[in-house]
């Protein structure tokens, strides 16, 4: 299962199962081998790969996307053969995330970060894309909101000799705009990213790198200073603030103050 949600707001866990074709949820303090108290399942639900998914707490809907490129819609609450409340047809991006605040759902793919209303449906088309060779884009694995401040998350597995890296832009930028700030990388510690999760209380973004076996935490204050307002468009000018890694920082700073206890060594050309 490469899909995972908690729902705050009902204490609970949401987790897709693409081989049984089910949306599983359980008890947000479920231990052990535990039934699922609910279970998305059946002809009617149109699932038939589902693979990952993404939560909209506040107001209470899960958005899961399938190979074919549609986005199926159900309640929190749906249990059974239950119909999705919306299809989305063939939004251009599978990687899908939502924000409640102001009422959007993002879409990433090989192609770009495309934004939508969040109750669109149908063959209904993005209000903005943002795509292009400015955005350095390098395989998109796995994007984020955070609706206080209106940025979109995306971890870069790297392709095409990039390597991985985490950028991040508005929800008000639209098209050929570079990301508005990147961090991680290029030539960092990222070789492979998987997950991503954002706790702007703490100005953090964790990364979980499949390579590395590992979850990197990188403090980057400057991204989460304020919240961004109006539009970016392609022919205006960006400010890209490039922020240090977390873990590189601490070594380099280790490294300045102990160096000279260690027979041998220089604090400078050696690093």
Same mark, same amino acid.
């Given at each position: ?49 589902? !693979?990952?998914?993404?939560? !909209?707490?506040?107001?209470? =809907? ?36 939502? !924000? ?108 979980? !790198? ?15 200073? =304020? ?45």
């Amino acid at each position: 299962m490469h899909g995972i949600e908690y729902n705050e707001v009902r204490d609970e866990i949401i987790v897709p199962q693409q081989f049984a074709q089910a949306i599983l949820t359980f008890r947000g303090d479920a231990d052990g081998s535990p039934e699922p108290i609910r279970v998305i399942q059946g002809s009617r639900t149109q699932l038939k790969e589902p !693979d990952a998914l993404a939560l !909209d707490a506040v107001n209470g =809907e899960i958005f899961v996307p399938e190979d074919e490129g549609r986005v199926l819609v159900f309640p929190v609450e749906a249990n059974g053969n239950t119909a999705p409340v919306r299809v989305l047809e063939k939004p251009a991006g599978n990687l899908l995330a939502v !924000d409640p605040v102001n009422n959007l759902l993002v879409a990433a793919g090989g192609r770009g970060i495309f934004i939508y209303e969040r109750t669109a449906q149908g063959n209904a088309k993005p209000i903005r894309a943002i795509q292009g060779p400015s955005l350095k884009l390098a395989g998109i694995r796995v994007i984020r909101v955070d609706p206080a401040r209106g940025l979109i998350f995306a971890a870069m597995r790297g392709a095409n000799s990039m390597a991985p890296y985490v950028g991040v832009w508005s929800i008000f930028d639209e098209g050929n705009v570079p990301p508005r700030w990147t961090f991680a990388g290029p030539g960092e510690v990222l070789v492979k990213p998987f997950g991503l999760a954002i706790d702007p209380k703490n100005q953090t973004v964790l990364v979980s !790198d499949m390579k590395e076996n590992a979850v990197l935490s990188f403090h980057v204050p400057e991204v989460f200073g =304020e919240r961004l307002r109006g539009r970016r468009a392609a022919n205006e000018t960006g400010i890209i603030t490039v922020a240090g890694n977390a873990a590189q920082e601490w070594l380099r700073n280790v490294w300045d103050n102990f160096s000279g206890w260690i027979p041998g060594s220089a604090s400078s050309g050696s690093r």
